[in-house]
T-cell receptor, first 115, second 113 residues
Framework: DTGVSQDPRHKITKRGQNVTFRCDPI?????LYWYRQTLGQGPEFLTY????????KSRLLSDRFSAERPKGSFSTLEIQRTEQGDSAMYLC?????????????FGNGTRLTVT | DQQVKQNSPSLSVQEGRISILNCDYT??????FLWYKKYPAEGPTFLIS?????DKNEDGRFTVFLNKSAKHLSLHIVPSQPGDSAVYFC????????????FGKGITLSVRP
């Protein structure tokens, strides 16, 4: 169990630029989640996949955000035309649906700073 | 609309004493509750959970209590250790431990040596 891996750990970008983050879940996990955390807040749900299907998207996920999980393994989260309000920690988590008490395992996140 | 509320932003306790972290929720559809612990520069780490069919779950020094009628849960840490100093998030799900979680804002626990 190598854990959930996220890349990059930090990203600084200028307003208006596009950014893409990658998440590699725990290998046998079939669900993958994206969350966003801002200062002083708990993680907020953005979207999740079961295998390659995107099953739910939060209303927080504007049209500028898109997530993919093309082969049911790793996932990418892209933010187009970044805004300063996008500055946050983006967390990925994975879980195994078959386990009743299998909680979400989180990666260490990608910290995005939009200048 | 905060469905999971952690109203105390911080707590400081002496090493060896009990730490009690509280959490309230408003959504009666929540049926599974979890506590996560977070150190700086790391992602949240699962600590302990409880199903709505139980009122207590214990794992070593950590015990979670659930009062469904009051929509309240608490995490007890006994005895508290300096290594327990971290941010603790309460989270809730409407479909088991491995589904979408709704988190509270977190509480920063400081355990003084």
């Amino acid at each position: 169990d190598t854990g959930v891996s996220q890349d990059p750990r930090h990203k600084i970008t200028k307003r208006g630029q596009n950014v893409t983050f990658r998440c590699d879940p725990i290998s046998e996990h079939n669900r993958l989640y994206w969350y966003r955390q801002t200062l002083g807040q708990g993680p907020e749900f953005l979207t999740y996949f079961q295998n390659e299907a995107q099953l739910e998207k939060s209303r927080l996920l504007s049209d500028r955000f898109s997530a993919e999980r093309p082969k049911g393994s790793f996932s990418t989260l892209e933010i187009q035309r970044t805004e300063q309000g996008d500055s946050a920690m983006y967390l990925c988590a994975s879980s195994l649906v078959q386990g009743v008490d299998s909680p979400l395992h989180f990666g260490n996140g990608t910290r995005l700073t939009v200048t | 609309d905060q469905q999971v509320k952690q109203n105390s932003p911080s707590l400081s306790v002496q090493e060896g004493r009990i730490s009690i972290l509280n959490c309230d929720y408003t959504n009666s559809m929540f049926d599974y509750f979890l506590w996560y612990k977070k150190y700086p520069a790391e992602g949240p780490t699962f600590l302990i959970s409880i199903s709505s069919i139980k009122d207590k779950n214990e794992d070593g020094r950590f015990t979670v209590f659930l009062n469904k009628s009051a929509k309240h849960l608490s995490l007890h840490i006994v005895p508290s250790q300096p290594g327990d100093s971290a941010v603790y998030f309460c989270a809730a799900s409407g479909a088991g431990a491995n589904s979408k979680l709704t988190f509270g804002k977190g509480i920063t626990l400081s355990v003084r040596p």
